[in-house]
């Protein structure tokens, strides 16, 4: 073997050196915008709990004003979501959503009929008599 066949494979082997070298700088860049992206979330999460305890602050104070037992409707809640089946949430959200203007829509036909439908004497709503 002489030495074109010496010089072609380290040519070569200098290809391969450079390519991992490239490799290794995209992966260190990968790895800095990935920190940098960690931290931002990080922020962000923090900021979003804080802005959280700060609302529920203001609900359970709104709530105590007007007599509402704030851990039982939660614990009302967390059961509810317990008992749901996977996939159920989205389809009753939706059909609540339609219910709930409906109920409104109904309401408003009552009251400007002056009388009350089933769908307004059913919402509980406070002020209004049955």
Do not use: C, F, W
């Not at 390519?19 to 931290?39: G, H, I, K």
């Not at 009251?111 to 059913?122: I, L, M, R, V, Y």
């Amino acid at each position: 073997m002489g030495l074109g066949g010496t010089a072609k494979k380290l040519q070569k082997v200098t290809d391969m050196a450079e390519d991992v070298y490239a490799r290794m700088n995209d992966l260190r860049d990968q790895v800095v915008q990935m920190r940098e992206t960690t931290q931002e979330t990080s922020d962000r999460v923090d900021r979003l709990e804080r802005e959280s305890a700060e609302m529920r602050a203001l609900l359970e104070a709104l709530a105590e004003e007007e007599g509402i037992d704030v851990e039982r409707v939660t614990a009302d809640a967390h059961i509810t979501e317990a008992e749901r089946e996977p996939g159920e949430e989205t389809a009753e959200s939706d059909e609540g959503e339609k219910a709930d203007a409906t109920d409104e829509g109904e309401k408003a036909d009552a009251t400007d009929e002056g009388e009350k439908t089933d769908a307004s004497d059913a919402s509980g709503a406070p002020g209004e008599t049955s």
